[in-house]
């Protein structure tokens, strides 16, 4: 996949070009940087992943059940 800078939003590309200032990068060498540092963080394991719903991770406790 390729970015272009001019399809970024004007507040991603400010970002961006500021990274590149503040490190000499060019402008790839920034979205690698994003990209790894994403990444290591575990953007990729949180991207599209659907939240259970509660129910299904704790089942409920009733007094009825209980006894």
Do not use: C
Not at 8 to 27: C, D, V, Y
Not at 48 to 60: D, I, N, Q
């Amino acid at each position: 996949m390729h970015f272009q800078r001019e399809n970024l939003p004007a507040e991603a590309r400010e970002k961006i070009t500021a990274l590149m200032n503040a490190k000499g990068w060019s402008f790839e060498q920034a979205i690698n940087e994003i990209a790894i540092v994403g990444v290591a963080n575990g953007a990729t394991s949180a991207v599209g992943r659907h939240k259970a719903p509660v129910l299904h991770l704790v089942t409920l406790n009733r007094a009825s059940e209980r006894d």
